[in-house]
């Protein structure tokens, strides 16, 4: 079964960073991303990557503050953090495929289970 596991959650006060880590198993994506959600919210897009970082896109919210990468050798993927604001806490989620595209769009195959963000 494809497995993706988020961790690097937490609390945080406003302005500071985090790092959100995203390891695949059994599973060889080609395109990989994060979402989030807050209470009461929809899910959003925050940013996705293409194999070889040839497309990367990032939601107008959080362009010049959050940056993501992935280590191919270790099937991970990463989201930095910084300069947190308290509108950022929500749960956040790694998502995965190998065909559909580099999208903000939620129609993604392969989600985590989440891990959350909190910012005061």
């Known amino acids: 079964d494809v497995q993706l596991v988020e961790s690097g959650g937490g609390s945080v006060q406003a302005g500071g960073s985090l790092r959100l880590s995203c390891v695949v198993s059994?599973?060889?994506?080609?395109?990989m991303g994060w979402f989030r959600r807050a209470p009461g919210m929809e899910r959003e897009g925050v940013a996705s990557?293409?194999?070889?970082?040839?497309?990367?896109y990032y939601a107008n919210s959080v362009k010049g503050r959050f940056t993501i990468s992935n280590d191919k050798g270790k099937n991970t993927l990463f989201l930095d953090m910084k300069n947190l604001k308290v509108e950022d806490t929500a749960t956040y989620y790694c998502?995965?495929?190998?065909?559909?595209?580099?999208?903000?769009?939620?129609?993604?195959?392969?989600w985590g289970r989440g891990t959350q963000v909190t910012v005061s």
């Open positions: 990557i293409s194999d070889g970082d040839q497309n990367i």
């Open positions: 998502v995965a495929e190998r065909y559909g595209g580099c999208k903000l769009l939620p129609d993604w195959r392969n």
């Open positions: 059994n599973y060889s994506p080609r395109y």
